[in-house]
């Protein structure tokens, strides 16, 4: 059983007199462990697509299975457990609260899962450490590189130790070097058999993938392996 399973998915848009179909009948399988970049132009629906995937929006027909689970069907509290539970998300502006530590930051997600307080500590310090950031802990995101910032959101996925990890456009706002580090990361995630999908629209992020999703107009116009997925040196700093 695949992880993501969609079927026949549409997304319509309906401001009156124009219906505008971002979604046109898209079906996909993800499995457990891989790394699927979804890219495409602006317009595409590759966001509408990812909104869907992470439960923040309802598709208007078609079947949406997620672990195993018919997400159509489920009311807003269940989605909001899905969620929790199963997918972490990561942001290209990071989406970290300014006044609070790293640590902070990435406890939040255990607070509304309900994880009591010794345990939330301790899963607090093993994702900072995954990242790399256990040092940091205490910092705050005006005292952290823009990569740095990344990782803290990175770990803040990881926390709640999800299948499955949404990341849209997380390295738009990152230079090359630091582009690299955190794309070593996500291939770190997916040898430890998370799954990724991302959302990019720079074709060096898509030749990182194992897997490459293209959509145009609402559809899916191609579905391809990268035989030789490319490495870091394909990132020079300044280029």
């Known amino acids: 059983m695949a992880l993501i399973e969609i079927r026949d998915l549409y997304k319509i848009y309906d ?5 505008v179909n971002a979604l046109g009948g898209v079906s996909l399988d ?8 979804i890219t495409g132009p602006s317009g595409s629906g590759k966001s509408t697509l990812m909104n869907i995937l992470g439960c923040l929006d309802r ?11 018919e997400v159509a069907r489920m009311n807003p509290n269940q989605l909001a457990d899905l969620r929790i539970n199963t997918i972490g998300f990561v942001f290209q502006n990071f989406n970290l609260l300014s006044r609070t530590s790293a640590a902070e930051n990435v406890e939040l997600p255990l607070l509304y899962a309900g994880v009591p307080k010794r345990e939330r500590a301790e ?3 093993t994702a900072l450490s995954r990242v790399g950031l256990a040092e940091r802990m205490d910092h705050h995101p005006n005292q952290l590189s823009g990569g740095q910032q990344q990782r803290v959101a990175i770990a803040r996925a990881l926390v709640t130790r999800p299948p499955l990890i949404l990341a849209d456009e997380p390295t738009g706002n990152l230079d090359s070097r630091t582009t690299d580090e955190v794309m070593d990361l996500f291939d ?6 998370i799954t990724i999908v991302l959302v990019t ?4 992020i898509a030749d990182r993938a194992k897997r490459v999703v293209i959509v145009r107009d609402g559809h899916i116009k191609d579905d ?5 997925p490319a490495g870091p ?4 700093e300044g280029v």
């Not at 208007?60 to 672990?67: E, I, V």
């Open 201 to 204: 629209h720079e074709p060096e």
């Open 233 to 236: 040196s394909r990132y020079i």
């Open 59 to 69: 598709p208007t027909k078609g079947q949406y299975r997620l672990n195993g689970q």
């Open 123 to 125: 899963r607090v310090k």
């Open 188 to 193: 770190e995630l997916v040898a430890d058999g």
């Open 15 to 19: 401001s009156g007199a124009i219906q």
């Open 30 to 37: 993800i499995q457990q462990g891989e790394f699927v970049v």
């Open 224 to 228: 391809r392996l990268n035989k030789k």
